[in-house]
Structures are given as structure tokens and as C-alpha cells.
């Protein structure tokens, strides 16, 4: 007997790059209802790494949404750093934890969903694949330049262009579409 259970890793960061790059947003909600719908879902890890400054972030409302909505919300803070030029740089990669997490949970699950189009996850996908695990990479190469890296496209049992799920999965706007954009007097047709 197979197992149909089914893992989300999702690189926080990454999924939001892509997203921006396509032009929508995310509803959350939705993309947890459209992979519960797709299986058995056991469950969702969002990755992201935060700054200590980060209370007052746009991320944080989205963290802790997700942590109460059915996300295991997975973060660390990001490190800084001085370049050889003398440039500070600041760094958050989740890359090991994704990675990690991924080996771990293969032995518990039949198919993992990975947010990311990162080429660094070559090898993990490799090693999950090789345990019987399906792998399908969400990400994009619609988006101009393409996002996903061409050999983890080709590795994945399945991938996903992002742009392909825009309409099951993008985040209404709170305005109205009207009010949003209102037309000018003598736009309308007819007139």
C-alpha cells in the first residue's frame, strides 16, 4: 500500500518573489483548501527567517495568521553581515531547514509539495525520491526571467507554474474593484 499523505514546504520568501513576479497575492486559505483538495494533506510548514526589528513587519499579521489557520509556521532570524567592500548585507536563508524537514517527514508521507523553485534543492529532492516519495515543485517560469531553476524543474515527478493556479488561489482585494479604479465620466462604452 502506497501512503497518500501528502507534506507543503513552503519557502516563504521564495513563493512570495514568485508571486509578486506573476502580479497577485496570495490567499492562504485558498491554497490550503486547493492541496487539501488535491489529497491527503498531513501538513503545511511556511519557512521564513524575520529581522529582530520585525514588530511592526508586514510578515508578522501573516505569520500569525498562519500559525492559528493550519500552518506550522518555522522561522529563525536573520543574520547580518559586513561584505568585502564594507557593505552590510542581511541573510535569511531556510534552505536547511526545508531540507531537513523534508528528509525527516519523507518516511511519513508519499508526496511532498515544495514552494520553491531554488536549484539548492536538487539533492533533497534526489534523496526524498529515492524513499518513494512523489515530489511536485510549485514555482514559476512563466514569470520573465523564469523562477525556477531548470534542473529541479526537471527532477520534480510534477511541477507547477504558479501562474497556473493564480485563479484558485489569489487574494481578493478588500476594495472594491469599482472604487479601486474608479472610470472617468465619458469612459463608459455608449458614451
Request: proline share 5%; with cysteine; net charge neutral.
Amino acid at each position: 500500500m502506497t501512503n497518500s499523505k501528502m507534506l507543503l514546504l513552503i519557502d516563504g520568501a521564495n513563493l512570495h518573489g514568485v508571486a509578486k513576479a506573476l502580479g497577485f497575492s496570495i490567499d492562504f486559505k485558498k491554497l490550503l483548501s486547493e492541496f487539501r483538495a488535491r489529497g491527503d494533506l498531513l501538513r503545511a510548514n511556511y519557512y521564513t527567517a524575520l529581522a529582530d526589528d520585525d514588530k511592526s513587519s508586514p510578515i508578522v499579521p501573516l505569520i500569525d495568521w498562519l500559525d492559528y489557520n493550519g500552518f506550522a509556521v518555522i522561522t529563525k532570524p536573520m543574520k547580518s553581515f559586513t561584505d568585502s567592500q564594507g557593505n552590510r548585507k542581511v541573510t535569511g536563508n531556510m534552505d536547511v531547514e526545508i531540507a531537513v524537514d523534508a528528509m525527516e517527514m519523507a518516511r511519513y508521507v508519499g508526496h511532498i509539495v515544495l514552494f520553491s523553485g531554488d536549484g539548492d534543492f536538487c539533492p533533497v529532492v534526489q534523496a526524498v525520491q529515492r524513499h518513494g516519495v512523489k515530489v511536485t515543485v510549485v514555482s514559476s517560469i512563466a514569470a520573465r526571467p523564469p523562477i525556477c531553476a531548470d534542473e529541479l524543474r526537471r527532477l520534480a515527478d510534477e511541477f507547477i507554474d504558479l501562474v497556473d493556479l493564480r485563479m484558485k488561489i489569489t487574494r481578493e482585494s478588500r476594495i472594491p474593484r469599482d472604487v479601486a479604479s474608479p472610470r472617468l465620466e465619458g469612459s463608459f462604452p455608449g458614451r
